[in-house]
């Protein structure tokens, strides 16, 4: 097994902004609850905020994206 520390990423949500959508924001949380071994919630009145490593994080973001399309709330669209 590595010595290596493991290197933690996150994906914040906000939950009241213009950008926001309600289903993203839902989606986000339950997919976090439904693989708690693997990410950490974090959850105010204002964002949804999920913490795991990089892989698990771009797993999620890349079925939201499938889901919910691209660019997620907060996020810049894509270079063309």
Known sequence: MSDAPVVKHTKSFKKYSDES??????????????????FQIYEDASIVKVTGIQADVDEMVADLRGRFGTPLPGEDPPEK
């Open 21 to 38: 959508r309600t289903e993203v924001v839902d989606a986000c949380r339950q997919w976090a609850k439904e693989r708690p071994d693997r």
